[in-house]
């Protein structure tokens, strides 16, 4: 019983630690942005970052990032967290997933299901990014 409650314990300091990462649109993003006092700040950074930072680069260069640290810096780790818990998905889904698969099917459909599932996470998590690049734009319209 022990075990059990230490188990639970685990994993609901773990579930506290994700809802506290600002990068997802969770409690520590609320948090973040109450600090910081930006409303709305995930929806217009990534706006920015998909529509007008590469345009403002072309015109003016990198010195129109100097006033847009904050938006460079949240935007790109966003990405790239978006990205890498792909990727952790992908290699755990790899493990376990067909495992699980190689006791109920022949080896070569096994790892073919758990490829089109590792695709699939990818292909989900690429079309994520790209909507939250592409289509915010009346929240990057707002006034600030």
């Known amino acids: ?78 990405i790239l967290y978006v990205a890498s818990m792909a990727v952790v998905t992908v290699i755990l889904y790899r493990l376990l997933v067909q495992r699980w698969l190689d006791a109920l099917l022949p080896g070569i459909v096994s790892a073919g299901l758990a490829w089109a599932l590792a695709a699939l996470v990818i292909l989900l998590s690429a079309i994520g990014i790209a909507g939250d690049l592409r289509s915010v734009r009346r929240v990057s319209a707002a006034p600030q």
């Open 1 to 78: 019983m022990a075990a059990a409650l230490w188990q639970f314990a685990l994993s609901s300091y773990l579930a506290v630690l994700l809802n506290l990462n600002p990068l997802m649109e969770y409690d520590g993003y609320f948090v973040l942005i109450d600090a910081i006092e930006r409303p709305n700040l995930r929806p217009r950074v990534m706006s920015w970052l998909g529509r007008e930072l590469v345009l403002s680069l072309k015109r003016q260069g990198l010195s129109t990032l100097g006033n847009r640290r904050l938006e460079l810096l949240y935007g790109s780790a966003s």
